[in-house]
C-alpha cells in the first residue's frame, strides 16, 4: 500500500507495478529453480560415486575371503573371482577375455546379491556368500535417486517393470580385457546409470563394446578402455 501525497489515503499497487514483480519473481525463478535441480542431482551422482568406492572395497574384501576360503586342490585365483563379479557365465577365463560383461550388483542370482549361484573358474565348490552378505546390514550403500539399497530389485534396470527400465544410480560391474604386449590384463570397474540413460542392458550381446547409452556421462566400453575408467577403479588383474 502507498499513502498519497496530495490526498493522505492510502492507495494500492498499480497493475503495471504488480505485473513488474512478477516478471521479475520469473526471472529469478528461470534462473535459480534450473540450477538448483542440477545441484542436487550433481550431489546425487557424487554419492552414487562415494557408493561405488565403498562397494569396490567391499567386493575386494569378498575376493579375498573367497580365495582364502577355497579348498587346497583348487586352482581359481583372485581374477577369477572378480570375472564372476562382472557376470562371467562361460567355462574358462579364456571365453570372458574375448569380449566385455557387464552384470547389474542388484541382479538376483549373481555373486553380489540374493543366493550363490554363479561358479569361478578353477574352484571345485561355489563361494560360500556373496558380496552384500559381508556388509553390516546397518551400512548397506543406497541408491540416493529412489532411496532404496543397491541391492534390491528396484536398482536392477533390466527387470524393473519385467522389460526394462532406467535406473538413475543403479550400479553395473564390468571387465575390460587389455593386450599389454607382455600379459593380458584386465581391469574391472564399477559404472552407473544417470538420467539421461537410454538402455537398461549393461552389455552389447555378441560384440565388444559396453552401450554408452546405458550409463553416466563417458562411462561404456565404447570408448575403449578410457570409457570405462571414468567410472569407478576396482581392480586391474592378470
Request: charged content about 15%; hydrophobic content about 40%; some cysteine.
Amino acid at each position: 500500500m502507498r499513502r498519497s501525497k496530495l490526498t493522505g489515503t492510502e492507495q494500492g499497487f498499480t497493475l503495471i507495478e504488480l505485473l513488474l514483480v512478477m516478471v521479475i519473481m520469473g526471472i529469478m525463478l528461470a534462473v535459480i529453480v534450473p540450477r538448483a535441480w542440477r545441484a542436487n542431482v550433481d550431489a546425487k551422482y557424487t554419492l552414487v560415486r562415494q557408493n561405488c568406492t565403498e562397494l569396490a572395497s567391499f567386493a575386494g574384501s569378498w575376493a579375498e575371503q573367497s580365495l582364502l576360503a577355497q579348498e587346497e586342490n583348487d586352482n581359481c585365483s583372485l581374477l577369477n573371482y572378480y570375472i564372476a563379479l562382472a557376470g562371467n557365465k562361460a567355462g574358462t577365463p579364456t571365453a570372458f577375455l574375448d569380449k566385455h560383461r557387464g552384470c547389474w550388483i542388484a541382479q538376483s542370482g549373481g555373486n553380489w546379491t540374493g543366493s550363490v549361484s554363479l561358479a569361478v573358474f578353477g574352484r571345485t565348490g561355489l563361494p560360500e556368500n556373496t558380496v552384500d552378505e559381508i556388509i553390516d546390514p546397518s551400512k548397506l550403500p543406497r541408491n540416493p535417486f529412489n532411496g532404496a539399497s543397491v541391492f534390491v530389485g528396484a536398482n536392477n534396470p533390466s527387470a524393473n517393470t519385467g522389460v526394462g527400465k532406467v535406473v538413475p544410480g543403479a550400479i553395473c560391474c564390468v571387465g575390460f580385457p587389455e593386450v599389454t604386449g607382455a600379459s593380458d590384463f584386465t581391469t574391472f570397474a564399477l559404472l552407473f546409470q544417470g538420467t539421461d540413460s537410454t538402455t537398461t542392458n549393461p552389455k552389447n550381446v555378441g560384440g565388444h563394446n559396453l552401450p554408452s547409452s546405458s550409463f553416466y556421462a563417458g562411462q561404456s566400453g565404447n570408448d575403449g578402455l578410457g570409457g570405462v575408467r571414468n567410472g569407478v577403479f576396482m581392480a586391474r588383474l592378470n
